[in-house]
């Protein structure tokens, strides 16, 4: 018998193995198909996701990236409305495959907006010779009626414009810049770190500790390490630092406010960036900025845009949280006699409001809190906050 998998949902069929190509029937009965070599691609990728072998915010948005290139190459352009309805299908199996991964949502948010802003622009293009046509005929009437019959570029994107190949060329720059995010950051160490500062930060981040690498090459500093409990992965960046010839100081998490008065700044990293410009980040974090914003000390957040997030923080953090095992604080052979009472909770993450966030150093350049509404409106289209 033929292998195959079947996932169906609300009057959509996908093929996930066997097929010689993926048909899709959306709502709106238009056809998308793609080739079996996106099939497997795919097929890698969602598993790789759903059995958490695909992890950390950086590994999963690339992957993700990569997964939206091979949908909008592959598939057959019948308009660019069925192609957004085809990557919104296959956003919404990857963020199934990783609900809390909040970059797997922002990765297909923003190449539903490349491809309406490739149409809007294809669409201005073909209005702009018409105008110039027209106002060689009749160039004093035609400038006003112009103006006034202009149209309205809003939802309608039907036409079977051929945009494919810009479409394809700015998702492969998506890519291109996720994948340099990195080095794009650390470029900018030296605008913020300055000789013999003092700097804290908390856990790790391979954002910040690339950053860290970055200044030490041009100056001479001291960071103090918070080991970010029960995970220790401070000692991870301890240990990094270390051997970059940073001066290091490993603490317990207990002492980051009595170490604070010493400090100069804080630099940290973020699982994700809300859209009131408040933070997502490891369990720790919270207290830290407490800890800061009491001394008066300024805490930078080393950031790729793609972790920013047109969602809103809510009362109840559960909605964007996730409990680790328990085992990291209380191990299961330690356990002895009657803990039937004993109710052990182990969170992976931290909500930090944005009145505690000095700076966002981010590949686009460094921004405060407060402007990060204005980065939504040039990375995202409303329509598509919620997937």
């Known amino acids: 018998m033929e292998d195959r998998t079947i996932i169906r949902k609300k009057g959509r069929s996908l093929s996930l193995a066997m097929a010689d190509s993926i048909t899709t029937h959306t709502a709106s009965d238009k056809t998308i198909i793609v080739s079996k070599g996106y099939d497997d691609k795919f097929k890698v990728i969602l598993l790789g996701l759903r059995r958490r072998e695909i992890t950390g915010a950086f590994q999963v948005a690339l992957a993700a990236a990569q997964v939206m290139k091979i949908v909008v190459s592959s ?4 308009s660019p409305q069925a192609v957004m309805e085809r990557v919104q299908e296959i956003g919404k199996m990857l963020v199934k495959a990783q609900p809390l991964a909040l970059v797997m ?3 297909v948010r923003r190449v539903m907006f490349i491809i309406r802003e490739e149409y809007v622009s294809y669409q201005k293009n073909l209005e702009g010779a ?4 027209a106002l060689r005929d009749e160039p004093q009437f035609s400038t006003a009626l112009y103006k006034m019959l202009a149209h309205d570029w809003t939802e309608d994107y039907s036409q079977p414009y051929n945009i494919k190949a810009a479409v394809q060329s700015a998702v492969g720059e998506l890519v291109e810049d996720i994948s340099n995010l990195y080095r794009v950051i650390a470029d900018q160490a030296t605008q913020h770190i300055h000789a013999n500062e003092v700097i804290m930060t908390f856990g790790l981040s391979h954002t910040v500790l690339e950053f860290f690498k970055a200044a030490a090459r041009k100056r001479k500093f001291e960071v103090i390490v918070a080991e970010s409990a029960p995970s220790y992965t401070g000692r991870e960046t301890a240990i990094a ?3 970059e010839g940073v001066d290091v100081t490993l603490i317990a998490d207990s002492a980051v406010f009595a170490m604070m008065a010493r400090v100069n700044k804080v630099i940290v990293g973020a699982h994700a960036v809300l859209a009131n410009g408040g933070l997502v980040a490891l ?3 919270h207290a830290l900025a407490l800890a800061a914003k009491h001394h008066e000390v300024p805490l930078s957040v080393c950031v790729g845009l793609y972790k920013l997030c047109p969602l809103y923080p ?4 559960d909605s ?3 409990l680790n095992s328990p085992n990291a604080i209380l191990k299961f052979e330690e356990a002895s006699g009657d803990i039937d009472q004993v109710n052990v909770q182990n969170p992976a993450f931290d909500y930090v409001p944005p009145e505690l966030i000095s700076l966002f150093i981010t590949n686009q350049g460094a921004h405060s809190p407060s402007y990060i509404y204005r980065l939504l409106a040039e990375y995202y289209h409303p329509s598509d906050y919620q997937l």
């Open 130 to 133: 018409g105008q110039s046509f």
């Open 320 to 322: 964007f949280n996730s």
């Open 283 to 285: 369990t720790g974090t």
């Open 105 to 107: 949502g922002n990765i």
């Open 314 to 317: 809510t009362f109840n953090q």
């Open 75 to 78: 598939s057959r352009w019948t």
């Open 241 to 243: 630092l270390s051997k």
